[in-house]
C-alpha cells in the first residue's frame, strides 16, 4: 500500500520485544541500517542495567557520540548505568533529503513551531502511537486534522506509525523522560524526508 514497515527484535534478561515503525515509502528508510533502532536501545538497556549488542550496521557518527550522549542520560537519571555497546559501523546511509521539518502533533508547541517557521520548513510529521490513549479511530482523526494544518501552513505531510511506546513505557513510565529517544527513533527511521527535524 505505498508503505514501508521496519522492525527489530529487541531481547533483554527475562523479556524481548519487536520494535516497528511504518512510513510512506517515497520517505522512509529502506536500508539495512540500525541506527534508529539504537537510539530507542541505549536508554533501554541503560535503565535495566544491561549491556547491548546490535546486530545491524550503525552510523559512525552515532556510535561516536555514544558515550557524550550515555554521560548525558546518566547525569539526567543517576540510577541509569552506561552499557557497553558492539555495534559495527555501517556505510554510508541512503540520501538524505535536502529540506528541515518539524513534528507536528497538533499541540501549542508543535503548531506555534511549524507557523513560526514555516518558510524554512517543508515537511511536517505526525507521528501516530506516542498518545497511547487515543485509540484507532482518534489517532486517525488526529492525523488526518493534522495532514490539513501542514497543508494550511503549505508543508508537505508525512504521516509515521510507531509502537515505541509499547517498550519504553515500562521502563520509563513517564514519557517526558523517553520523548526524546522516541522522536530520534522516528526522525532517522525517515531520513529521505529533512536532514534536520525539530521539535520546541
Given at each position: 500500500?505505498?508503505?514501508?514497515?521496519?522492525?527489530?527484535?529487541?531481547?533483554?534478561?527475562?523479556?524481548?520485544?519487536?520494535?516497528?515503525?511504518?512510513?510512506?515509502?517515497?520517505?522512509?528508510?529502506?536500508?539495512?541500517?540500525?541506527?534508529?533502532?539504537?537510539?530507542?536501545?541505549?536508554?533501554?538497556?541503560?535503565?535495566?542495567?544491561?549491556?547491548?549488542?546490535?546486530?545491524?550496521?550503525?552510523?559512525?557518527?552515532?556510535?561516536?557520540?555514544?558515550?557524550t550522549l550515555q554521560e548525558c542520560y546518566r547525569q539526567w537519571s543517576p540510577g541509569m548505568r552506561v552499557a557497553t555497546?558492539?555495534?559495527?559501523?555501517?556505510?554510508?546511509?541512503?540520501?538524505?533529503?535536502d529540506g528541515r521539518g518539524v513534528f507536528l502533533s497538533r499541540g501549542v508547541d508543535s503548531l506555534f513551531a511549524a507557523?513560526?517557521?514555516?518558510?524554512?520548513?517543508?515537511?511536517?510529521?505526525?507521528?501516530?502511537?506516542?498518545?497511547?490513549?487515543?485509540?484507532?479511530?482518534?489517532?486517525?482523526?488526529?492525523?488526518?486534522?493534522?495532514?490539513?494544518?501542514?497543508?494550511?501552513?503549505?508543508?508537505?505531510?508525512?504521516?509515521?506509525?510507531?509502537?515505541?511506546?509499547?517498550?519504553?513505557?515500562?521502563?520509563?513510565?513517564?514519557?517526558?523522560?523517553?520523548?526524546?529517544?522516541?522522536?530520534?527513533?522516528?526522525?532517522?527511521?525517515?531520513?529521505?524526508?529533512?536532514?534536520?527535524?525539530?521539535?520546541?
Open positions: 500500500d505505498g508503505q514501508v514497515e521496519r522492525r527489530a527484535s529487541i531481547r533483554w534478561d527475562g523479556g524481548e520485544g519487536e520494535l516497528r515503525s511504518v512510513a510512506p515509502e517515497a520517505w522512509a528508510d529502506t536500508t539495512d541500517d540500525a541506527t534508529a533502532f539504537l537510539a530507542v536501545a541505549v536508554p533501554l538497556a541503560m535503565r535495566r542495567g544491561e549491556d547491548l549488542e546490535v546486530r545491524g550496521p550503525v552510523s559512525p557518527r552515532f556510535l561516536g557520540a555514544l558515550e555497546v558492539v555495534a559495527a559501523p555501517g556505510d554510508a546511509r541512503a540520501a538524505v533529503g507557523a513560526r517557521d514555516g518558510d524554512g520548513l517543508t515537511a511536517a510529521v505526525h507521528v501516530v502511537g506516542l498518545e497511547p490513549r487515543h485509540d484507532a479511530r482518534v489517532s486517525d482523526r488526529e492525523a488526518e486534522l493534522a495532514g490539513r494544518a501542514a497543508a494550511d501552513l503549505g508543508l508537505m505531510s508525512v504521516r509515521v506509525r510507531t509502537n515505541v511506546r509499547e517498550l519504553s513505557d515500562p521502563v520509563f513510565p513517564n514519557w517526558e523522560d523517553f520523548v526524546a529517544p522516541g522522536l530520534a527513533f522516528c526522525a532517522v527511521s525517515e531520513p529521505s524526508v529533512p536532514t534536520t527535524i525539530e521539535r520546541n
